[in-house]
């Protein structure tokens, strides 16, 4: 049987990219399309070259399936330390049996062979399928793990803690900067409002975006000021009041996080009927 170097460069290309894109994303990473990409090349022309230039050994083979992961992920991820590198190569072993698992399981329920580019694209489909439902069962349990996180906001000398409930369905962003938007209860951050803008929440005219403006004018608050649109919160194409803090920490059960570019959005409203919370945080936030 001939076996064509280019087409094996390629669907290992292909492959090994899609690996790394799983791991950044199975590690709510950014993805860098330039870095995967390069990583998935740099992995493929190193597979070539071992079954071009090396005699097949099983031991070999792992120890070199494991240089190549390694690799790929320090290209593509810049691991922060050493317990995060090892934890996205554990990943990638995972995310490649996957994927080496449903390849092989339709290369016998189908009968389509093994180099065939409609196994490749319905094996790379189904790997992303079974890929991002598990995102989801992880991010649930998560989410369970951490259901509140107590957050203290800081605008220069002052301070202020919270409750905050972690909620995946939340994920507004200021449309300025994109800056993620903690909302907290009036009650909960007013002592960090001027006397002027906490009066007029105090007689539901946080609307008036003029008036809020006009009062708070002249003070180190009106720099800070938001406006975040949104689309819940028991309102349809609403305006949110926010501002703009020094830094926010949010204590997990593993560590405490600093932010500085987060957004304050005011919510004039309880957030939760038995107190237990007083703000919302995306999962971001605390990933």
């Known amino acids: 049987m001939e076996i064509y170097a280019d087409v094996i460069l390629l669907v290992n290309f292909i492959m090994n ?11 709510r990473q950014k993805p860098k399309y330039l870095r995967i ?42 691991p922060k330390n050493v317990k995060s590198f090892f934890s996205q190569i554990f990943v990638g072993y995972l995310c490649s049996f996957t994927l080496g698992g449903l390849g092989m399981t339709l ?22 399928v079974v890929i991002k439902f598990g995102m989801r069962v992880i991010e649930k349990i998560t989410i369970k793990k951490q259901m509140l996180c107590p957050i203290t906001i800081y605008i220069g000398e002052d301070a202020l803690s919270l409750q905050a409930l972690v ?22 951050v007013k002592e960090l ?9 105090y007689e539901q005219q946080e609307n008036d975006l003029s008036g809020l403006l006009s009062a708070s ?46 957004v304050i959005g005011i919510y004039n409203r309880k957030l939760s009927g038995d107190g237990r919370y007083q703000g919302l945080i995306g999962p971001e936030l605390v990933a």
């Open 217 to 262: 004018v002249g003070s180190q608050f009106y720099e800070r000021i938001r406006m975040i649109p949104f689309v819940s919160l028991g309102l349809s194409n609403g305006m949110l009041i926010g501002f703009r803090p020094d830094k926010v920490a949010l204590i997990t059960s593993e560590k405490e996080l600093l932010r500085e570019d987060v």
């Open 107 to 128: 290369f016998y329920n189908t009968g389509m062979p093994s180099g065939s580019w409609r196994l490749l694209v319905i094996c790379i489909i189904s790997a992303y």
């Open 17 to 27: 990219s899609f690996i790394l894109w799983a791991i950044v994303k199975l590690f």
């Open 167 to 188: 909620d995946t369905g939340h994920t507004l962003h200021d449309p300025l900067n994109n800056a993620p938007v903690i909302i907290a209860e009036f009650e909960s």
């Open 37 to 78: 990409l390069s990583g998935g090349l740099l992995m493929a022309l190193m597979y070539v070259g071992t079954i071009i230039l090396i005699p097949f050994n099983w031991g070999l083979s792992i120890a070199i399936s494991f240089v190549m992961i390694a690799i790929g992920i320090l290209i593509a991820l810049r």
């Open 193 to 201: 409002l001027p006397s002027d803008v906490r009066l007029m929440f």
